[in-house]
């Protein structure tokens, strides 16, 4: 395992709101292009060579071969330079790193993805996951909350899978500041209500800033869920990546080794984690 | 010459040399490859760094203002440069072979924990292509007033050395451990003999000796579970006042791992090179993020973390303590904030 990213170029630039953009990178080394493989809710270190290394959840799906996708938020010094990457631009990549979701033991099953803002974008790899085996799992629920309508990320995405019969996709905003929006206004809990499956054999996935954790965590207990079916993303400082620089370390967990995706269960008994 | 780090378990070679031929070793070693010796510094500091004279040579020392670490784990190293036209390119590493020589049971303790730090999750490549090629020459030593290993129960190593020296009268005891502690003694094979039954006698006699020395003790039985109880301790509130936050009980640490990775510029030659430099987890700024957050900003917390990360912290993933109980951070605090007594603070 090295600190040595992969050379990679930035082929396709999408601009979702004014604070982020979807990234589409493929590796130089066709080796690494073809057998890069990850699982949902993993990241991968983006370097940017003159300024520095920021870690970021895959947002394309493992099925999708070929190319990796991030969607990033212009946040500090290397996301802000990303941002005004030109196309073909050369970056370095390195992972991927990290647990990511358990599917295999959420196949079979239910399964309630809820995003808040940016917390869509480990998500969206889980989605397109569920939706390449889409016969390997019973209901699929998805909420997605945002500030406004202009802040629900890759929007016509969500649009096309609120159209869908073979999931249940609901989407929310804060409010509406004005734009034109069909869909519900107010908290991702209030549609939690309206959730149809039984408890027992779903896994529940929820990403999203920490206020939000605190809400829909909270909305979930009282309705009943198990801790231990409640998985969270972690997001904490990391320099490396692979469990050596401590940046990261929780209790005592390596978020970047153990995590970043943690049992509701795990994450409670973590010293340190609120 | 060959080289296998790979401790023959439950076979071990004791042989002696006596203590007047050990710069005959010592030379031959270094005329086979780089060695580093610990050498007095000051006027009770001492140092590790290139043989160059046997009469420098410290043999009887309590420890190094600095542990080994140094010479695979630099408290700051160059990963790699980069430029527009040519790309990536990462650091060659030199092919030679290092010998520490003088290391002391709880530094080789340190070493057997940063092995498994910088193994757990994958094998850092930049530690471990510095960490394959350097050998160990361990030599026993008696405690000073800092020394906790025995209550860290370091103060005795039976693996990561290649060759150890129990000092004795007028020979060392000498356990060789590894292919590669044999390939050295096999250097100058006729400074060495087979132990008489007297030298095993007085072998014993002094391990029970060492064993009485020990004037520190700390008390590490249930310390998990005291540092969860007590995890909201004002005692933290209270150290942490006293704590200058200078992180030198970090540095001066055989086991602290923490770094940074970061990036510089030459804009002259258009080069870049990332860089990783020791860190340490008592820095206010340590796990700030993007957008301001810091997940432990408080001065009690950062105080507390490295407390708990030495006592039970990766006691998961490494089977025990992370602290060796070599003493250097009671020895080198400016505000003479001592682990023992801290300890002792959380027990009462
Ligand atoms: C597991 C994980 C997944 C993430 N996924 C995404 C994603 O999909 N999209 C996205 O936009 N952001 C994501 N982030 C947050 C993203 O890493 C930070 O926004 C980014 O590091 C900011 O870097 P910067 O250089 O622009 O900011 P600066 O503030 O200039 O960063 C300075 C330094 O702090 C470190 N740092 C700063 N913030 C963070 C942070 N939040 N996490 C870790 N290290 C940080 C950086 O590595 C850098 O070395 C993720 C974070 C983690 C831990
Ligand atoms: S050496 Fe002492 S003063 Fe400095 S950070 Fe460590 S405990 Fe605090
Ligand atoms: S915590 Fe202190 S006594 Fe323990 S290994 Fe580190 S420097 Fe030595
Ligand atoms: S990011 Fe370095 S240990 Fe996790």
Redesign the interface.
Known sequence: ?????E?ATLVEKRYLDPHHSLFRFIFDNELKREGFGFRPGQFVML?I??????PISITSGPDEKGFIELCVRK??RV?TVLHNLEENS?V?IRGPYGNGYPVEQMLGGNLLIIAGGLGIAPLRSLIRYALWRRDAFKEIYIIYGARSPENILFRGEMENLVLRNDINCLLTVDSTYGQPWNAHVGRVTDLLERVRMPLKDTSVAVCGP?VFYRFVLNKLLSLGYSKGKIYMSL???M??G??????C????K?T??DGPIFTYWDAINL??IF | MTYSHLPVKGKMIFLTIEKSRLKEFLEAVSDECRLIVPEKKGKSTYIFREYTDFSKVALEFVRTIIPPKRFFFPPSETLFSYTKTEGLSVSSESESFTVIFGVHPCDLHGINILDKAFSYGGRDSFYWRKREKVGFIGLSCLPDKYCLCKSMHTDFIEDVYDIFLYTLDDVYMVSVRTAFGDDLIRLKSDLFKSPTKREVVEYKKRIMERDSMFTRIMDITNLADLLTLEYKSEVWEEYSRRCLFCGSCIMVCPTCQCFDVYDTTDLTKGISYRIRRWDACMRKDYALVAGGHNFREDRAARFRFRYLHKEIGFAEMQGRATCTGCGRCSETCPAGIDMVEVVRRIRE
Do not use: D, I, N, Q
């Open positions: 395992m090295s600190l040595v990213p050379m370097s060579f003159g300024v520095g290394e920021a946040a500090g996301t050369k370095g920490p997001e904490r400082r320099e490396c692979m469990g050596k620089c401590g940046h370390v929780v209790g005592h390596y970047c080794v010293p340190e």
